[in-house]
T-cell receptor, first 114, second 109 residues
Framework: IAGITQAPTSQILAAGRRMTLRCTQD?????MYWYRQDLGLGLRLIHY???????GKGEVPDGYSVSRANTDDFPLTLASAVPSQTSVYFC?????????????FGPGTRLTVL | GQNIDQPTEMTATEGAIVQINCTYQ??????LFWYQQHAGEAPTFLSY??LDGLEEKGRFSSFLSRSKGYSYLLLKELQMKDSASYLC??????????WGAGTKLIIKP
């Protein structure tokens, strides 16, 4: 593994189903983030984690949950998917959570909820 | 509220220079980032400015004016591979990035 990986690459999901998007980084970065990207809108932060064992809510957290049991993994769970959660989801990481820390992005997961 | 404004789309000619502008309003300010995103791919970091002035990095330069809440990305000697979206993001007082919707840059031969 080099950098950040996400799985699955794409998924079609029935409304009401539970889904976990996986994210793993091998850069030993402290901070990790989940964004969604929708056409015509900027990236919007869903949840973040400044260090293993801690998480925080971003701009659009409703309907999503995260956990950070260790440094490398930061899964995002949709408890009961709805069509408005159709989006491209990006996981990102940075060495720290302060200023000047560039974020490195995974390849994204394209999720369609029907 | 917090807001990042940038043009939706720009067109330029191969070999030319293009300037992409960005205005920002954030709660507190901890710097301004530019990212490049090719269609269907992840964003990749281009530049970071926290002090006023111009930062040059090869063909790409980024400028910041904190008093005006303004930044621009300057791309010189445009190449076809520069066709992409360019994302402007301001870092607020909580060290979270507020993202613009992106500027789609189309390069014509």
């Amino acid at each position: 593994i080099a950098g950040i990986t996400q799985a699955p690459t794409s998924q079609i999901l029935a409304a009401g189903r539970r889904m976990t998007l996986r994210c793993t980084q091998d850069m030993r970065h402290n901070a990790m983030y989940w964004y969604r990207q929708d056409l015509g809108l900027g990236l919007r932060l869903i949840h973040y984690s400044n260090t293993a064992g801690t998480t925080g809510k971003g701009e659009v957290p409703d309907g999503y949950s995260v956990s950070r049991a260790n440094t490398d993994d930061f899964p995002l769970t949709l408890a009961s998917a709805v069509p408005s959660q159709t989006s491209v989801y990006f996981c990102a990481s940075s060495a720290g959570s302060g200023s000047a820390n560039e974020q490195f992005f995974g390849p994204g997961t394209r999720l369609t909820v029907l | 509220g917090q807001n990042i404004d940038q043009p939706t789309e720009m067109t330029a000619t191969e070999g030319a220079i293009v300037q992409i502008n960005c205005t920002y309003q954030t709660s507190g300010f901890n710097g301004l980032f530019w990212y490049q995103q090719h269609a269907g791919e992840a964003p990749t970091f281009l530049s970071y400015n926290v002090l006023d002035g111009l930062e040059e990095k090869g063909r790409f330069s980024s400028f910041l004016s904190r008093s005006k809440g303004y930044s621009y990305l300057l791309l010189k000697e445009l190449q076809m591979k520069d066709s992409a979206s360019y994302l402007c993001a301001g870092m607020d007082s909580n060290y979270q990035l507020i993202w613009g919707a992106g500027t789609k840059l189309i390069i014509k031969p």
